[in-house]
């Protein structure tokens, strides 16, 4: 069986009114694309054929590109990893560490014992969080009128901390705030940032965080997971005239532009003979930054927006400038020391240097870690190191 029948197998096998609704997945190696395919509806029941260039939310797939941006920067010495992130954004020395509630439910506050760093930020060690990850900061929410991640309002993302910076490990809102510190230092929004310096250079054209027509014409709907098993398609939009653009999740895009990102990094930080970051920011960002501390299994707070997604016990996972590192070879086939994320609507990548092969699958459903939709992931991966060996 060529590596084609056998990774279009597993994708249509996945597709149906209890599987997925549609998939478009690729694989790449340092040369390029080894394998694209794409089954299943853009939206249940309507016809509309899911297809390799088919656009998506690949919401916390925009981490990495934010976080590729931000050490651009660096490089330039126009940001640096270590000092306080408030001397570019002064906002950020008003970050206060929660300390529990009053009587009256409402948030006690406190300074935190340093200040942020953007280093912080990019590793999720600040102390931010997100609401569908953490009952406090629901709580937060409900005492002070906080909105929701989702609204892409500033107030969204100015959380406390749910411990002094450096301390622990916690997903959340810190990619925004990088994606803040980008626009302070380069003067840019961040999508014209990264129009220009990160997805111009790669050819990236159909990712955004506005959707342009042509991008509409194409766009998947994000279904929910029905208790049953079945699926619904969902009216939900990232805002499109945002009061900031979310650089934890707001962009749209396809699997084709995101594969070329990953090549980027598989080559190094070059891509076709355009240079995006220097080799050793490539090393830095994809080794362990966080020391000691292991990445730990995620729990929902929110069973709407995600459900568990543990991580194996036995292989301790580290994180590195935007990216989750295993430190040991998975069942997969992956290796140790890859690099791994995700989109809250189910998308996932994996980008394996020692074996120079990477991929991309995108679907449209909600919560993350769908019960048929990271099993299909992990086939998928599976399938392509079983075909590449």
């Given at each position: 069986?060529?590596?084609?029948?056998?990774?279009?197998?597993?994708?249509?096998r996945?597709?149906?009114?209890?599987?997925?609704?549609?998939?478009?997945?690729?694989?790449?190696?340092?040369?390029?694309?080894?394998?694209?395919?794409?089954?299943?509806?853009?939206?249940?029941?309507?016809?509309?054929?899911?297809?390799?260039?088919?656009?998506?939310?690949?919401?916390?797939?925009?981490?990495?590109?934010?976080?590729?941006?931000?050490?651009?920067?660096?490089?330039?010495?126009?940001?640096?990893?270590?000092?306080?992130?408030?001397?570019?954004?002064?906002?950020?020395?008003?970050?206060?560490v929660?300390?529990?509630?009053?009587?009256?439910?409402?948030?006690?506050?406190?300074?935190?014992?340093?200040?942020?760093?953007?280093?912080?930020l990019?590793?999720?060690t600040?102390?931010?969080?997100?609401?569908f990850?953490?009952?406090?900061?629901?709580r937060?929410?409900?005492?002070?009128?906080?909105?929701?991640?989702?609204?892409?309002?500033l107030?969204?993302?100015?959380?406390?901390?749910?411990?002094?910076p450096g301390e622990?490990?916690?997903?959340g809102?810190?990619?925004?705030?990088?994606g803040?510190?980008?626009?302070?230092?380069?003067?840019?929004?961040?999508?014209?940032?990264?129009?220009a310096?990160?997805l111009?250079?790669?050819?990236?054209?159909?990712?955004?965080?506005?959707l342009?027509?042509?991008?509409?014409a194409?766009?998947?709907?994000?279904?929910?997971?029905?208790?049953?098993?079945?699926?619904?398609p969902?009216?939900?939009?990232?805002?499109?005239?945002?009061?900031?653009?979310?650089?934890?999740g707001?962009?749209?895009?396809t699997?084709?532009d995101?594969?070329?990102?990953?090549?980027?990094?598989?080559?190094?930080?070059?891509?076709?003979?355009?240079?995006?970051?220097?080799?050793?920011?490539?090393?830095?960002?994809?080794?362990?930054?966080?020391?000691?501390?292991?990445?730990?299994?995620?729990?929902?707070?929110?069973?709407?927006?995600?459900?568990?997604?543990?991580?194996?016990?036995?292989?301790p996972?580290?994180?590195?400038?935007g990216?989750?590192?295993?430190?040991?070879?998975?069942?997969t086939?992956?290796?140790?020391?890859?690099?791994?994320?995700?989109?809250?609507?189910?998308?996932y990548?994996?980008?394996?240097?020692?074996?120079?092969?990477?991929?991309?699958?995108?679907?449209?459903i909600?919560?993350f870690?769908d019960v048929?939709?990271?099993?299909?992931f992990?086939?998928?991966?599976?399938t392509?190191?079983?075909q590449?060996?």
């Amino acid at each position: 069986m060529t590596m084609k029948q056998a990774l279009d197998s597993v994708l249509q096998r996945a597709v149906g009114p209890n599987g997925v609704p549609g998939v478009v997945a690729m694989v790449t190696d340092r040369n390029g694309t080894l394998y694209e395919g794409a089954f299943g509806e853009r939206a249940v029941g309507s016809g509309a054929a899911m297809n390799t260039d088919t656009v998506g939310l690949i919401a916390s797939m925009t981490k990495a590109l934010t976080s590729t941006a931000a050490m651009q920067l660096v490089e330039q010495g126009k940001l640096d990893l270590h000092s306080p992130a408030s001397k570019w954004l002064p906002e950020l020395a008003d970050a206060r560490v929660l300390d529990g509630f009053d009587a009256d439910g409402q948030p006690q506050l406190r300074a935190p014992r340093q200040p942020v760093t953007l280093h912080h930020l990019l590793t999720h060690t600040a102390g931010y969080s997100y609401e569908f990850l953490s009952e406090e900061v629901q709580r937060f929410q409900t005492a002070t009128g906080a909105p929701g991640f989702i609204s892409c309002a500033l107030d969204s993302i100015r959380l406390p901390l749910l411990f002094d910076p450096g301390e622990q490990w916690s997903y959340g809102v810190s990619t925004d705030w990088v994606g803040r510190l980008v626009e302070a230092a380069s003067g840019q929004k961040l999508g014209e940032y990264l129009s220009a310096n990160v997805l111009g250079p790669l050819g990236m054209s159909d990712t955004a965080f506005k959707l342009r027509d042509d991008m509409r014409a194409r766009l998947a709907t994000i279904h929910a997971r029905l208790p049953e098993g079945g699926l619904a398609p969902m009216d939900l939009e990232v805002p499109q005239e945002p009061e900031f653009e979310m650089g934890g999740g707001g962009l749209y895009g396809t699997v084709g532009d995101y594969l070329k990102f990953v090549r980027m990094l598989l080559n190094g930080g070059s891509l076709d003979g355009r240079q995006i970051l220097r080799p050793e920011t490539v090393e830095q960002m994809a080794s362990n930054q966080i020391g000691d501390m292991d990445v730990p299994s995620i729990k929902s707070a929110n069973p709407m927006f995600t459900n568990d997604m543990p991580l194996p016990p036995e292989i301790p996972h580290k994180w590195g400038l935007g990216f989750l590192i295993n430190t040991r070879p998975l069942p997969t086939g992956r290796s140790a020391g890859s690099l791994m994320w995700a989109g809250l609507a189910n998308s996932y990548y994996w980008i394996d240097p020692s074996q120079g092969i990477g991929g991309v699958l995108l679907t449209q459903i909600l919560p993350f870690a769908d019960v048929k939709a990271l099993p299909l992931f992990l086939e998928f991966e599976a399938t392509t190191y079983q075909q590449t060996r």
